[in-house]
């Protein structure tokens, strides 16, 4: 009876089939991603580098610009063709500035990757005996100590490559897997475009000929609060946070900067 009662309240017992079945396909999953080839196969592909960051920093920015251009021509009570236009040209020049300046940022960065790495390199072959001292106090900080530390400080500068990459890693907090700049910058820019046209994208309906759309303003101001929304949702599918907080974050954080454009747009359509 006690045993029962362990089990209900671990949840072993009372968990539908279609749970328990669901743990028991993602078990085994886990085991087939963690025998001994399935890990050799993986570290020896090497880490890889995420375009997330790129993609929701370009995705965020372009909703807000693109918001912030639609609240300042509304504020100004230009017509619907004239918003489309001037938000064009928002898309493809700042989106293109973002792309570039994110191109430059992370060129910047592998720049300083392997410059740091040359030091390091230098450092090893220069003053061997300093550079050993800052394995030792680095494995001392990991928690060991004596013969231990040691015999893992002969494994680790016994080789060059591997010395250096430690490092990096421990020493400069730099990330040894290489990136893609291109790619970095092709993220910003197509978040940028594709996410940052639905604010846009009612005054390019009243705009076309024949249509009417009754308060375009409200249509993006809806639209651009739903874009915030998924973009959170989508980010935490990617890293599997819980998708509601995620999305009400993004919506806050991207809402208030929204905002913020709304009323320069409205200060500025006074002086019209």
Known sequence: MAGHRARQRDGTDDDPPQAAGDRAAGRNGLEREHTAAAIAARLRAGPTRSYLRDFVYGAIDGTVTTFAVVAGAGGAGLDAAVVVI????????????????NLLAARTEEQRRERT???EEHHVVAIPHGEREEVRQ???????????????????TADRERW????LEQEHGLATAPSRPSLAALATFVAFVAVGTIPLAPFVVDALPGVTLQAPFVWSATTTALAFLLIGVAKAVVVEQSRWRSGLETLLVGGSAAGLAYLVGVGLGGLS
């Open 86 to 101: 001037l938000g064009v040209a928002n898309l493809v020049a700042d989106g293109f500035s973002m792309a570039v300046g």
């Open 138 to 156: 680095l494995l001392g900080g990991w928690g060991l100590e004596g013969h231990l530390r040691e015999e893992v400080l002969d494994v680790v």
């Open 164 to 167: 250096v990459r430690l490092m």
């Open 117 to 119: 790495r040359r030091e």
